[in-house]
């Protein structure tokens, strides 16, 4: 998800800086305006997951800390070690997503109103 994302924004960027037609920046922002929904749903679906794994870290926590035990230390390490990566890609998402609002912007300016 992570490459065809960034594949995207690319292709946006590149069509940004290229001289277009208001009915192609319409086609554009038509277009965007799906991949939005697709991505913001994407995000969505990794919020809740990335939300499981850290209410599982914090339960892990206080049971290790309370109930001792090598085992509970080394599940809330795992946790851990999950709950990090999931942090760094909805980070990803949702500030890929803020920028395809403003370039979504910029297209309804250039296409000449509102879709």
Do not use: C, W
């Amino acid at each position: 998800m992570t490459k065809q994302i960034k594949e995207y924004l690319e292709h946006l960027r590149l069509f940004l800086d290229g001289e277009h037609t208001r009915e192609e920046y319409a086609q554009e922002l038509a277009r965007l305006h799906v991949r939005i929904g697709f991505f913001s749903h994407e995000r969505l679906v990794h919020l809740l997951v990335m939300l499981g794994f850290a209410i599982f870290f914090l339960m892990a926590l206080f049971m290790a800390l309370t109930v001792g035990g090598a085992g509970l230390y080394i599940l809330t390490v795992l946790f851990l070690a999950l709950l990090i990566p999931y942090i760094k890609h909805y980070y990803f998402l949702e500030n890929s997503v803020q920028k395809m609002y403003l370039i979504y912007n910029k297209l309804e300016q250039l296409s000449g109103g509102a879709e």
